[in-house]
């Protein structure tokens, strides 16, 4: 990583962006991850909490008939039709693809350099173990998010009895299926665990206080105040998008359960030979090194993944580090920018830094003496 931090420090030119004037915060997107349908009632509330100089908030119940129901969708998985194409088929007329249309409409265009919403917001909860993960997708990378994601890390560090990591995934932008996708930029914010339906005091804590972080890191790019930070090395996982499924039957019902050393084990080193699942027969399934001897799994035992609508499995990933330029806003900077993508970490190194430390740990010990 060292290397990475050279390679972005001193003499890294900043780039310039349009500021981010109106941003989108968005709620049950899934109608059973309850925190963030919480989050959202609580800010309308308290408009005071978002509020921030030249910055206008807006609010959107995005599936709220699933969020009367407290299931994840009704006709199909909402968070799974933001892709150009299924913005623009006039033959999808499921309740979540009408939905997204209307949302693609306020906050939108997509293939627009001037969508109505310079950010988006989308407050999502995960039943796995990845604490608070602000997940980013965009065609390369995407300075502006990436700013926001390591921002929150930084001002949430010893003050949240969870760790806060960074999900990043580089994706063709027209084929994004997700919310944020609609806006210039954007963020998911997922915490868990926490079961679906449910609202626990610690995910509320954790939800709000990473919406809170985020509108300060985009008044704080708007101000210019990030103009004068150094060029930074921003530590992410990298997530594949390759999946690997429970095994099935024909039905579709589970033949397996995730194994107990698997189990809880986002963003552990997962390596070639390591159990994942135990069988029916009480076998011990192996991770089969498909994406390299040592990865990094997120998304483990996610109870909405055994739903093929919203995609089986959990999720592998690389690590990498990101080189992050300062970042001046000005109105006549870019919409949106794609910066080139570093090749991955050296994966055992990382693995030996994660081994050595728990980062759970970590923050609850911080956070309790904070
Ligand atoms: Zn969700």
């Given amino acids: 990583m060292a290397s990475a931090t050279a390679a972005a420090g001193a003499g890294a030119s900043p780039v310039r962006l349009r500021p981010f004037k109106r941003v989108a915060v968005v709620g049950g997107t899934h109608g059973n991850e309850t925190t963030g349908v919480y989050a959202l009632r609580r800010f309308q509330k308290h408009p005071e909490l978002l509020a921030r100089d030249g910055i206008d908030v807006e609010y959107c119940l995005a599936n709220p008939k699933a969020v009367r129901e407290v299931r994840r969708f009704v006709d199909d998985d909402l968070n799974r039709q933001y892709s150009m194409a299924r913005l623009r088929d006039d033959s999808l007329e499921s309740y979540e693809s009408v939905r997204a249309k209307l949302i693609e409409q306020r906050f939108g265009p997509k293939d627009s350099d001037r969508p109505h919403a310079d950010f988006l917001v989308d407050m999502h909860t995960t039943t796995s173990r990845m604490g608070i993960t602000m997940i980013f997708e965009s065609q390369g990378v995407d300075p502006a998010a990436l700013y926001v994601a390591k921002e929150v890390r930084r001002m949430l560090a010893g003050r949240t009895s969870a760790p806060v990591f960074i999900l990043f995934a580089d994706l063709e932008r027209d084929g994004i299926p997700h919310t944020p996708s609609i806006a210039r930029s954007g963020v998911a914010?997922?915490?868990?665990?926490?079961?679906?339906?449910?609202?626990?005091?610690?995910?509320?804590?954790?939800?709000?206080?990473?919406?809170?972080?985020?509108?300060?890191?985009?008044?704080?790019?708007?101000?210019?105040?990030?103009?004068?930070?150094?060029?930074?090395?921003?530590?992410?996982?990298?997530?594949?998008?390759v999946k690997v499924p429970c095994p099935a039957g024909e039905d579709g019902s589970p033949l397996a359960v995730f194994h107990e050393r698997l189990q809880d084990g986002d963003y552990r080193p997962l390596r070639k030979g390591d159990p994942i699942f135990r069988g029916l027969d009480g076998e011990v399934i192996e991770y089969d090194g498909r994406l390299g001897d040592t990865v990094f799994p997120v998304f483990v035992n996610e109870a909405a993944y055994y739903?093929?609508?919203?995609?089986?499995?959990?999720?592998?990933?690389?690590?990498?580090?990101?080189?992050?330029?300062?970042?001046?806003?000005?109105?006549?900077?870019?919409?949106?920018?794609s910066l080139p993508v570093p090749p991955a970490d050296d994966a055992e190194a990382v693995a030996a830094a994660i081994e050595a430390s728990d980062p759970w740990e970590a923050a609850k010990a911080a956070a309790a003496t904070a």
């Avoid at 985020?214 to 101000?223: E, H, K, P, Q, S």
């Avoid at 919203?310 to 870019?334: K, N, Q, R, W, Y």
């Fill in 189 to 241: 914010i997922e915490v868990g665990p926490v079961a679906q339906g449910l609202l626990r005091s610690d995910a509320c804590e954790w939800m709000e206080q990473a919406a809170l972080a985020v509108m300060d890191a985009i008044a704080r790019l708007n101000t210019g105040e990030a103009t004068a930070s150094e060029a930074e090395a921003v530590p992410v996982f990298q997530n594949s998008r």
């Fill in 307 to 337: 739903l093929p609508e919203s995609g089986l499995g959990f999720a592998l990933c690389h690590h990498a580090t990101l080189p992050l330029p300062p970042i001046v806003t000005a109105e006549d900077g870019a919409a949106r920018l």
